[in-house]
């Protein structure tokens, strides 16, 4: 599993593929959810629309006996009294839930008895009232009578007696809802209420059940009091709708996400190859050691070609490390092969004849020798990034204790000083200000002055000198290790080229600079800046 996962481009692919159908869930069930919101209310105003025409029939004629019922399975109706009884309903509905009235066959209207049957007493008509007498009689029943004789008269097994309790028991809360309400909700003879109650159920209309949506209307007829009508919108619409919607994105989305998967895969694959392109050089340029090598830099403004040329950048910087490196190594050889060289040649005249020994020259060369030993131990402890130290230096103090230890040097040194502390190394302090003044000493005429102050922020050593001064091109270049720019003058007067080296790099590491300038009076003058201690 590790490996599959591996690489940046599976990962992506997988990323995004997961994000994208995490996105088109959320997507289609908020379109599968809104459609299906929308189509219901569109039932709901369908079946209130139906609702509303039946009852505008009723609060114009106020009889349901011969009501005109909407047919089929569009718009299935009921009828109910204010007291529950079923008073019409659609000619073929046979069953329906959720509208509180279980029954389907309709109570018929009971008829008012018309003077003639009152007085006539000939019995030749009572054949002729017994048709009258069974309508007459049966709102008389009670409503426990009513329910039976509607559970029957179905014609499915299905309306079983605890639906009809069930359905009675919505009625009497819908009745007790209305009745608390009744005060702000009642209605004149002939008005139709505002107010619609929607709700979900299913119906049976000839042999065939469908879930609807049905409304729930009130409408005061007057003679016949406050009828109550439900009627039902059929929801087929609505189901056939977000299953067909449903099934598009079933099919969709499995397609879609593959495609996405492909195209990310594809150009997560192109967007790699320099990547690949430079992992190849950089293992190339390792195996072949060539740091003059750089990897290819595509002709982008993206991540890759900033990844790319930083990569280069870094080879050179590394390459000019190496090469530093290597003229180092060169250049020390070269200067310890000189004395090393001289100090083996008066030795071995010296074991030949001893009265030719020069000890004074072989004491010369030793300690050149050590002096340069103890400047290469000193960069080698600079490049491996050795710290200062944290102590308190008074560069004025330090200056006053380093010349007074110089008493052989050719011109006298004229001092300046005023105190200036600064946090470092005091011996590697002292080594800059040694390096400063010896190097003034080669190239002085008659003056050398040192100066200390404080200038802000800043404590500032200066080794000012009268002699010919540093050129404006070579004022870099001199801090360079092993570089002199009499290369004619002799070795043993002009040093190895490695005391500004090691000054600027104490002044770097101790969050200072070091600069070179024309003196005042001529010559050349050396400015240490080094923060101060506050």
């Known amino acids: 599993m590790k490996r599959l996962f591996g690489s940046v481009r599976a990962r992506a692919t997988v990323g995004a593929t997961l994000v994208v159908a995490l996105a088109l869930v959320a997507a289609g069930a908020a379109v599968l959810l809104s459609l299906r919101a929308s189509l219901i209310d569109q039932a709901d105003t369908q079946a209130e629309s139906a609702a509303r025409k039946v009852a505008a029939k009723l609060a114009v004629d106020g009889r349901y006996a011969k009501l005109d019922l909407p047919e089929g399975e569009d718009n299935p109706v009921q009828v109910v009294n204010e007291k529950g009884k079923l008073v019409a309903a659609s000619e073929d509905l046979e069953k329906v839930t959720g509208t509180g009235v279980s029954d389907v066959h309709p109570d018929p209207e009971p008829r008012k008895p018309g003077p003639s049957s009152k007085s006539s007493a000939n019995p030749s008509s009572k054949p002729s009232q017994k048709p009258t007498q069974k309508p007459t009689q049966k709102p008389t029943e009670t409503d426990d009578d009513a329910d039976d004789s509607d559970d029957d008269s179905a ?100 397609v879609l996400l593959v495609v996405i998967a492909g195209v990310t895969w594809l150009v997560t694959r192109r967007a790699l190859r320099p990547v690949d392109a430079i992992r190849a050089e950089m293992a190339a340029i390792t195996a072949s050691e060539d740091l003059a090598r750089r990897v290819p830099e595509p002709d982008t403004h993206d991540e890759i070609a900033r990844l790319a040329r930083t990569t280069n950048e870094t080879l050179a910087a590394l390459q000019s490390s190496v090469e530093r490196q290597r003229r180092f190594v060169a250049d020390a050889s070269h200067e310890l092969r000189s004395p090393i060289a001289s100090l083996r040649t008066q030795l071995e005249v010296g074991e030949a004849h001893p009265e030719l020994l020069d000890v004074p020259g072989a004491v010369q060369d030793t300690v050149r020798l050590q ?86 922020a800043w404590a500032v050593l200066e080794v000012a000198d009268d002699g010919d001064g540093v050129p404006p091109e070579e004022r870099e270049r001199i801090f360079e290790r092993f570089v002199r720019l009499d290369d004619a003058r002799s070795r043993d007067e002009g040093g190895a080229g490695l005391g500004l080296a090691i000054a600027r790099d104490v002044a770097a590491r101790h969050g200072g600079t070091l600069t070179v300038d024309d003196a005042l009076e001529g010559g050349a003058v050396f400015v240490l800046r080094l923060p101060r201690e506050v």
Not at 169 to 189: I, M, Q, R, V
Not at 380 to 391: F, M, N, S, T, V
Not at 419 to 437: M, P, T
């Open 155 to 254: 014609e499915d097994s299905d309306d079983s007696e605890s639906e009809a309790a069930e359905d009675r028991k919505e009625a009497a809360e819908d009745a007790a809802e209305e009745a608390a309400g009744g005060d702000a909700d009642s209605l004149e003879p002939g008005q139709i209420s505002d107010k619609t109650r929607t709700g979900e159920g299913s119906a049976r209309v000839d042999g065939e059940t469908q879930d609807y949506r049905f409304a729930t209307v009130r409408v005061d007829t007057g003679s016949k009091g406050e009828l109550t009508i439900h009627a039902g919108s059929p929801l087929t619409a609505e189901q056939s709708a977000v299953t067909t919607a449903l099934t598009a994105m079933l099919i969709g989305f499995p």
């Open 371 to 456: 002096e340069l030993a103890a400047d290469l131990l000193l960069l080698a402890r600079l490049d491996a990034g050795e710290k200062p130290g944290q102590g308190r230096v008074d560069l004025a103090a330090l200056a006053r204790e380093e010349l007074s230890q110089r008493p052989g040097d050719r011109v006298a040194v004229t001092t300046s000083l005023e105190g200036a502390e600064v946090a470092g190394s005091r011996g590697q302090l002292a080594r800059v200000l040694g390096n400063l003044v010896t190097n003034a000493q080669r190239h002085t005429r008659s003056r050398v002055t040192v100066t200390t102050r404080a200038d802000g």
